[in-house]
Protein backbone atom coordinates (compact mmCIF):
# COMPACT_ATOMS: atom_id res chain seq x y z
CA UNK A 1 0.00 0.00 0.00
CA UNK A 2 2.95 2.31 -0.38
CA UNK A 3 2.56 3.38 -3.57
CA UNK A 4 -0.61 5.42 -4.22
CA UNK A 5 -2.24 2.84 -6.52
CA UNK A 6 -0.91 2.21 -9.18
CA UNK A 7 -0.13 -0.46 -11.20
CA UNK A 8 -2.63 -2.97 -11.89
CA UNK A 9 -2.63 -5.20 -8.50
CA UNK A 10 -3.91 -2.04 -6.69
CA UNK A 11 -6.43 -1.21 -9.26
CA UNK A 12 -7.73 -5.13 -8.84
CA UNK A 13 -8.36 -4.75 -5.45
CA UNK A 14 -9.97 -1.44 -5.49
CA UNK A 15 -12.31 -2.96 -8.50
CA UNK A 16 -12.75 -6.07 -6.05
CA UNK A 17 -13.57 -3.96 -3.05
CA UNK A 18 -16.54 -1.59 -5.32
CA UNK A 19 -17.95 -5.02 -6.72
CA UNK A 20 -18.55 -6.48 -3.34
CA UNK A 21 -20.36 -3.37 -2.01
CA UNK A 22 -22.25 -2.62 -5.37
CA UNK A 23 -24.01 -6.21 -4.52
CA UNK A 24 -25.11 -5.04 -1.75
CA UNK A 25 -27.69 -1.66 -2.02
CA UNK A 26 -28.23 -1.33 1.65
CA UNK A 27 -24.33 -0.26 2.08
CA UNK A 28 -24.15 2.26 -0.68
CA UNK A 29 -24.91 5.15 1.30
CA UNK A 30 -22.67 4.09 4.29
CA UNK A 31 -19.69 3.53 1.70
CA UNK A 32 -19.88 6.97 0.31
CA UNK A 33 -20.57 8.43 4.11
CA UNK A 34 -17.45 6.48 4.83
CA UNK A 35 -15.37 7.44 2.10
CA UNK A 36 -16.22 11.16 2.74
CA UNK A 37 -15.18 10.87 6.29
CA UNK A 38 -11.93 9.15 5.80
CA UNK A 39 -11.00 10.59 2.47
CA UNK A 40 -7.73 12.82 2.28
CA UNK A 41 -8.71 16.16 2.65
CA UNK A 42 -8.25 17.89 -0.89
CA UNK A 43 -8.18 13.85 -2.62
CA UNK A 44 -9.77 15.16 -6.21
CA UNK A 45 -6.69 18.09 -6.62
CA UNK A 46 -4.35 14.69 -6.35
CA UNK A 47 -3.77 11.36 -8.77
CA UNK A 48 -6.22 8.98 -8.43
CA UNK A 49 -8.44 11.64 -7.82
CA UNK A 50 -10.91 8.58 -5.52
CA UNK A 51 -11.66 9.64 -2.21
CA UNK A 52 -9.34 7.32 -0.49
CA UNK A 53 -7.91 7.15 3.33
CA UNK A 54 -4.62 8.18 4.11
CA UNK A 55 -2.04 5.40 2.71
CA UNK A 56 -0.82 5.71 6.68
CA UNK A 57 -4.04 5.07 8.31
CA UNK A 58 -4.74 2.01 5.98
CA UNK A 59 -1.02 0.83 7.07
CA UNK A 60 -2.06 1.41 10.96
CA UNK A 61 -5.40 -0.14 10.05
CA UNK A 62 -3.63 -3.35 7.84
CA UNK A 63 -1.29 -3.27 10.74
CA UNK A 64 -3.72 -3.91 13.54
CA UNK A 65 -6.25 -6.38 11.69
CA UNK A 66 -3.79 -8.36 10.12
CA UNK A 67 -0.77 -8.02 11.45
CA UNK A 68 0.69 -6.78 8.14
CA UNK A 69 0.87 -3.14 7.48
CA UNK A 70 1.27 -3.80 3.79
CA UNK A 71 -1.92 -6.21 3.67
CA UNK A 72 -4.79 -5.48 1.30
CA UNK A 73 -8.15 -5.35 3.25
CA UNK A 74 -9.91 -8.26 1.98
CA UNK A 75 -13.44 -7.27 0.62
CA UNK A 76 -15.49 -9.43 2.76
CA UNK A 77 -13.91 -7.44 5.39
CA UNK A 78 -14.76 -3.89 4.12
CA UNK A 79 -17.97 -5.22 3.52
CA UNK A 80 -17.92 -5.96 7.13
CA UNK A 81 -16.86 -2.98 8.21
CA UNK A 82 -19.54 -0.98 6.43
CA UNK A 83 -22.39 -3.29 8.16
CA UNK A 84 -20.83 -2.23 11.16
CA UNK A 85 -21.18 1.53 10.69
CA UNK A 86 -24.20 1.31 9.44
CA UNK A 87 -25.05 -0.51 12.71
CA UNK A 88 -23.59 1.28 15.03
CA UNK A 89 -25.54 4.30 15.25
CA UNK A 90 -28.83 2.12 15.62
CA UNK A 91 -27.19 0.44 18.92
CA UNK A 92 -26.02 4.04 20.57
CA UNK A 93 -30.03 5.04 19.47
CA UNK A 94 -31.58 2.07 21.64
CA UNK A 95 -29.43 2.50 24.87
CA UNK A 96 -30.59 3.91 28.11
Do not use: K, N
Amino acid sequence: MTEALGGAAAWHWVLRIALAVARRPGLWVTALRQASVLAVPGWWHEPPHLPLPDPAYLRFRSQTMYGDAERRPDPGDVVTYLEWCRAWPHLTRSAP
